[in-house]
């Protein structure tokens, strides 16, 4: 059975310093991987998402994931977070088996401090 | 256009009392999931309607839980004999195809 693992529960930041959210994800065959984003009273947002095609993916708020086979991994990083960031981060998976639903990881709260 | 509807938004009931969960997805879209998201968790994937085959029922925790979908349209979920540990938010999300999925806002639901 497919599974994602994201490796960090919280992650405190300064506004303005990098940030990196690990996931990880268990497929042997085709995967499509995704990223969601859960603002505070929020329902759950698509920030990026990786298909097919180039392995680095962007979305339009900054963020960036880059999708990498040999590692199985689909890190979200930004260069430089704003205090509107903080949030809870979900890493998704789609495909092998499980052809349609997604698989979640337990998810990153990210808190960006002034 | 409009997106993923969930009524109702907040629900509170009693142990051993049944309730009803609905959801309408985004026009034209093909797939419907259902998912479940408890306190500190993650999502749990709980049941997957496409088109009209037959739907994955493999994340149901229990018999309690059933689900319907008509057509491509409304679905339902029922949870019958409500314990606590079914409280949790309860997530519904439409696709068109299998991939990109978009997501209702969720019903809370709060078992006492």
């Known amino acids: 059975a497919q599974s994602v693992t994201q490796l960090d529960s919280q992650v405190p930041v300064f506004e303005e310093a990098p940030v990196e959210l690990r996931c990880n994800y268990s497929?042997?065959?085709?995967?499509?991987l995704f990223w969601y984003v859960q603002y505070p009273n929020q329902g759950l947002q698509l920030l990026l998402k990786y298909l097919s095609g180039s392995t680095l993916v962007e979305s339009i708020n900054g963020f960036e994931a880059e999708f990498n086979k040999s590692q199985t991994s689909f890190h979200l990083r930004k260069p430089s977070v704003h205090i509107s960031d903080t949030a809870e981060y979900f890493c998704?998976?789609?495909?092998?088996?499980?052809?349609?639903?997604?698989?979640f990881g337990q998810g990153t709260i990210l808190t960006v401090h002034p | 256009g409009a997106g993923v509807s969930q009524s109702p938004s907040n629900k509170v009931t009693e142990k051993g009392k049944d309730v009803e969960l609905r959801c309408d997805p985004i026009s034209g879209h093909t797939a419907l999931y259902w998912y479940r998201q408890r306190l500190g968790q993650g999502l749990e994937f709980l049941i997957y309607?496409?088109?009209?085959?037959?739907?994955?029922k493999s994340g149901l925790p229990s018999d309690r839980f059933s689900a319907e979908r008509t057509g491509e349209s409304v679905s339902t979920l029922t949870i019958q004999r409500t314990q606590q540990e079914d409280s949790a938010v309860y997530l519904c999300a439409s696709s068109l195809g299998t991939r990109e999925q978009f997501f209702g806002p969720g019903t809370r639901l709060t078992v006492l």
């Open positions: 998704a998976a789609s495909g092998g088996t499980s052809y349609g639903k997604l698989t």
């Open positions: 497929s042997s065959v085709s995967v499509y």
């Open positions: 309607f496409q088109g009209n085959s037959a739907p994955d």
